[in-house]
Each structure stands twice: as C-alpha cells, then as structure tokens.
C-alpha cells in the first residue's frame, strides 16, 4: 500500500526524527512550529543539556527522493549568492534528514554547521550563478529557487558542461563525515 503524505507531513516526519535523537542525547529540545507554523530560519530549539544555558536554534530539511535529488533550502538563488543575507539568515546548524524507505525509518541525518551551510551555499550557488559560464545568466535564473543535494553535503565537486569550470566544494576533504555528527549542533566556528 502506498502510503501518500502532504509537504508539511513529510516536514513533521523529519522534524520529529531529528527532536528525537537531539532528547536522546540529552538534550532537550522544542519544536518551534508546534505554536508558530513555520517559523523563519528555526525549526527546533534545543537546549545542550537540562542544567545549560547554550542553545542551538535548528534548522530542518527532509527529502524522500534520491540522493542526487535538490533539497530545497528556503531561499531564492540570488540570496544565496549574497554572504550577507546568508550570515543573518543561517544563524544556527542545519539536519539533512534524508529518509531512504518510509516504512521502516530507514533514516540517514547528515548535521552541518552554521559556518559549513553558509559556505557549501554562498560556494555552490555563486558558481551556479557566476561561474558556470552559461550564456548569459537569466533574470528568471537568479529567481529561481536555491537547492542543494546530499552528494555537495559530501564533497561532490560538480562540474560544468559548457566550461572547464568547477564548483569547490568546501565539504570535499572535511575530516569528519557530516553524517550522523549529532557533535555538530554544538560545534562554533
């Protein structure tokens, strides 16, 4: 039977998944759209420990399509050439929960910072935008909305098929795996 789910389902299940394994590690956590749906920028606030005063502001994006599928990130392509709007709008870590069979929760969490995210964005989309030597760089181009896969999330360094160019990913090299690095939530860079 196939099992048929709206956008904010698919949301929850992956917002649900992510406050689960944060209160497993102890560390108490508040889904912000359980009183403000969606919120802007926040998913889940989440406390390091019950006698803490650090909290991470969380926030979530869940895929059930293929690994080499675009993520939606929330934000125009244009935004996510501009570092500034990225640095106020991306305060906090981000969790990639990429559901690989519903059924069972076959689940993977791929967590990156606030400094990481910016960088994998700010990186991927300026190339998309600026480097790939398209000829030219539409209006309707720079509206169009930002994504990015789990493969960049890895280090995948894509490549331009009108060009020798390449986008640098900045994950390529990166010593510990984002996946499953719950650390990451309280890593500042």
Request: net charge negative; charged share 20%; hydrophobic share 35%.
């Amino acid at each position: 039977m196939e099992i048929k789910l709206t956008k904010q389902m698919k949301c929850a299940i992956g917002e649900q998944l992510v406050s689960a394994h944060l209160i497993a590690h102890g560390w108490p956590t508040v889904n912000v759209n359980s009183s403000i749906n969606n919120f802007k920028g926040i998913d889940l606030y989440c406390q390091n420990g019950i006698d803490s005063s650090e909290v991470a502001c969380i926030q979530v994006k869940t895929t059930f399509q293929g690994i080499n599928s675009n993520i939606s990130i929330g934000m125009s392509s244009k935004q996510a050439t501009d570092l500034e709007y990225l640095k106020k709008a991306i305060t906090g870590p981000w969790v990639f929960v990429h559901v690989k069979e519903l059924e069972s929760l076959d689940v993977d969490f791929y967590i990156l910072t606030a400094k990481q995210m910016i960088e994998i964005v700010y990186g991927l989309h300026h190339w998309y935008l600026y480097g790939w030597e398209r000829r030219p760089c539409t209006e309707s181009l720079e509206k169009s909305i930002a994504c990015i896969r789990i493969e960049h999330i890895l280090g995948k360094q894509d490549k331009s098929r009108f060009s020798d160019t390449h986008f640098d990913n900045p994950m390529t090299g990166v010593e510990v795996s984002p996946l499953n690095n719950w650390n990451c939530i309280w890593t500042k860079e």
